[in-house]
């Protein structure tokens, strides 16, 4: 029996609101479109990190917000999963199991990410995230979809409205309510990333019944959604794989290419300039300067994508070179 026809029987309202609900085709497709962006901002990133383009575009403006997009419509639809996994009552065995491999899998990117990166390993990322989102959803099951909306923007809006320093503390960074970023790969504080996942709860409650019964609902993939809905379904799998076999992949591509010739320069560029009128110098001549000290870094074999450190001879010819080059954009280039 279908769950539309199973809204329709004349079964008490009571045990309808409390039964689990079927899954639903379009959920999994939009839980697999999420994994897709997900590797693909992946993708982006990795070939940054790795220096084969020219700079770390996940990392811009625009790479940020796909990013914090991509990680809120994971946790939307884990309020909606909560919805259609217990209804408006716990159902413990699935919940715990299901918990349990979240927490694994979360504890298990921390130690991968401490051993990989351990000035900026991943302490508190979208798996931590769902864990413990998870469990706090619980007591709002059967709270009606306007309550739980209230509790979504309240949660949302903490960090604008508590943030303080002592919130700092490396014990309460998981918060996300102090004032400074932690310097970690991953990071979706419960504040305000909580409020997604209340947002789907709400979003479950109050418009699954009609969405199961309506023609989207009813939806039955063809070949690619049938690719995404199977995506959608073993998400947690693929997250935790597709990222390791990305940077394998895209290493042994960057050890036959080499690093894109441009790689690091924007960010050179932004780091001299800064540093130039920090102690005192023009703007405009600093940007000139920028530019004229990476030609002749790059001129002399002292350019580095990886960010090596200098010898110390390399050294005294570098800032040999930033001096020339400072000194020509002010028009005022050095007798030989």
């Known amino acids: 029996m279908s769950l539309s026809q199973t809204m329709s029987s004349r079964a008490p309202a009571s045990e309808v609101a409390t039964s689990p609900r079927p899954r639903l085709a379009v959920i999994d497709a939009a839980r697999g479109a999420a994994i897709v962006a997900m ?35 994971f946790l939307f639809l884990v309020g909606v999963g909560l919805v259609l996994m217990n209804g408006d009552r716990i159902r413990p065995r699935p919940f715990g199991l299901r918990l349990l491999r979240i927490g694994a899998a979360a ?8 051993l990989a990166f351990p000035d900026s390993f991943i302490f508190f990322g979208v798996l931590h995230c769902i864990a413990l989102t998870s469990v706090l959803a619980l007591p709002f099951l059967r709270l009606p979809p306007a309550l739980i909306l209230l509790a979504a923007g309240l949660v949302a809006a903490a960090p604008h409205l508590v943030a303080s320093p002592l ?43 009609r969405l199961a019964a309506s023609r989207i609902g009813r939806w039955r993939p063809g070949r690619a959604g049938r690719a995404l809905a199977f995506a959608g379904r073993h998400s947690l799998a693929i ?64 350019w580095s994508a990886d960010g090596r450190r200098f010898t110390p001879a390399e050294t005294l010819r570098a800032q040999a070179l930033s001096e020339t080059c400072y000194a020509e954009a002010e028009g005022a280039a050095p007798n030989p």
């Open 107 to 114: 504890l298990l990117i921390t130690l991968a990410t401490y």
């Open 167 to 209: 919130l700092d503390a490396p014990a309460l960074r998981f918060l996300g309510l102090g004032v400074t970023l932690p310097r970690t790969n991953d990071y979706v504080p419960l504040f305000p990333w909580f409020g997604a996942v209340l947002a789907g709860l709400a979003a479950g409650r109050a418009f699954l019944p």
């Open 239 to 302: 997250y935790l794989l597709h990222q390791p076999l990305l940077l394998a992949a895209l290493t042994g591509l960057v050890t036959l290419t080499g690093p894109h010739p441009r790689a690091g320069l924007a960010r050179f560029n932004a780091d001299y300039e800064a540093n130039c009128v920090r102690t005192g110098g023009e703007a405009a001549a600093c940007a000139r300067a920028a530019r004229c000290t990476a030609e002749a870094l790059r001129r002399e074999s002292l």
């Open 39 to 73: 590797a693909a901002y992946h993708t982006v990133w990795d070939l940054g990190f790795l220096s084969l383009t020219p700079d770390n575009y996940a990392l811009t403006a625009p790479g940020r917000a796909a990013a914090h997009l991509i990680a809120g419509s």
